[in-house]
């Protein structure tokens, strides 16, 4: 998604952040500056490599339109007063799947459901028509 809708619908707000989730999951990881390893590095056999754990594949980092576009979604947050629906839609964009998030939160799947859409619902109103009377242009 590269542009922002004329009018947001929840399928577009529940896009906007799973991209804002994958962005922040490809930016670099921290590091403090100063610090270094003068430990050689470690050579491993075939048999080590194919033993060890997988790591993921970093697709490289965000470009700056992208880490913009998280910026913005991540304060949308905020359109919702309730913590379960911040940790909801989050969870839901992070791809977590319903079991975890039903467990996490205490309440059955459908229940999870209906809330997850409600709270995409409330988000995409309060982008469509904001607190001044105007659209969003």
């Known amino acids: 998604m590269t542009h922002a809708p004329d ?20 930016l670099p990881s921290v590091h403090v500056r100063g610090y270094f390893n003068a ?12 033993d060890g754990e997988v790591m993921p594949m970093r697709l490289g980092p965000p470009s700056a339109e992208a880490i913009s576009r998280m910026e913005e979604t991540i304060q949308w947050i905020f359109f919702l007063t309730d913590e379960d629906d911040r940790r909801l839609i989050w969870l839901r964009a992070s791809g977590v799947p319903w079991r975890p998030i039903c467990w996490q939160l205490g309440i059955c799947r459908t229940n999870a459901h209906n809330k997850w859409k409600a709270a995409l619902l409330t ?12 659209r969003n242009a």
Request: a positive charge; hydrophobic letters at 35%; aromatic letters at 12%.
């Open 39 to 50: 430990w050689p590095t470690i050579i491993r056999t075939a048999r080590e490599v194919l």
């Open 7 to 26: 009018f947001w619908t929840p399928q577009d707000v529940a896009d906007r952040f799973k991209e804002a989730s994958r962005t922040l999951r490809r």
């Open 123 to 134: 988000v995409a109103t309060c982008l469509n028509y904001p607190r001044n009377g105007g």
